[in-house]
């Protein structure tokens, strides 16, 4: 059974940095693409991030560019999202999803940016 | 970056009722478009992928139809669980990108 579980969240000042990490079971992790979404309180769902299985291609929302750093460890089955500079607008719940077609989603941890 | 215009985005159904959503995409993006269903408090779950596709274990009253720019998903007779928020998902070119989202209520 797929399983994808998210933690790091939490309550962080403007401006600080957090590191959010996602734990993958279930599958052959160094066999897929990975992905962080987010979705804000009341609002949809906003694509963050994306890795490649072998970290060969990377890419980012432009609403974070710059601030954030995607990065996987195959050997650990985790997915990591490093998270600098951070804004109000960040406050969101943060999934990580399996593969380019996004077929299995974590259940989220919420990171709220707020002083 | 591709747009997905979903419509409608909210709407009132009763029980048995047949419901339909639709995405357009601002460019041809094949078949490579997923439909999630997301409830409260929980994780979008797949619907259908490649459009059409029935992801295993979803009841049959869900079903997917398009290529290319116009998407629909159709639940034939709407039960009580189907009460939700759905969402399109594009991932034919990056960066991917949802639909706004249609909520689902009860009438």
């Known amino acids: 059974e797929v399983q994808l579980v998210e933690s790091g969240g939490g309550l962080v000042q403007p401006g600080r940095s957090l590191r959010l990490s996602c734990a993958a079971s279930?599958?052959?992790?160094?066999?897929?693409?990975m992905h962080w979404v987010r979705q804000a309180p009341g609002k949809g769902l906003e694509w963050v991030s994306g890795?490649?299985?072998?970290?060969?291609?990377?890419g980012y929302a432009d609403s974070v560019k710059g601030r954030f750093t995607i990065s996987r460890d195959n050997a650990k089955n985790s997915l990591y999202l490093q998270m600098n500079s951070l804004r109000a607008e960040d406050t969101a719940l943060y999934y990580c999803?399996?593969?380019?077609?996004?077929?299995?989603w974590g259940q989220g941890t919420l990171v709220t940016v707020s002083s | 970056d591709i747009q997905m215009t979903q419509s409608p985005s909210s709407l009132s159904a009763s029980v048995g009722d047949r419901v339909t959503i639709t995405c357009r995409a601002s460019?041809?993006?094949?078949?490579?478009l997923g439909w999630y269903q997301q409830k409260p408090g929980k994780a979008p779950k797949r619907l259908i992928y490649?459009?059409?596709s029935l992801q295993s274990g979803v009841p049959s009253r869900f079903s997917g139809s398009g290529s290319g720019t116009e998407f629909t998903l159709t639940i034939s007779s709407l039960q009580p669980e189907d009460f939700a928020t759905y969402y399109c998902?594009?991932?034919?070119?990056?960066?991917?990108?949802f639909g706004g989202g249609t909520k689902v209520e009860i009438k």
């Open positions: 999803a399996k593969e380019d077609d996004f077929d299995y």
């Open positions: 279930g599958f052959t992790f160094d066999d897929y693409a």
């Open positions: 890795i490649s299985w072998n970290s060969g291609s990377i």
């Open positions: 460019q041809g993006i094949r078949n490579d």
């Open positions: 490649a459009a059409s």
């Open positions: 998902l594009q991932h034919n070119s990056y960066p991917p990108t």
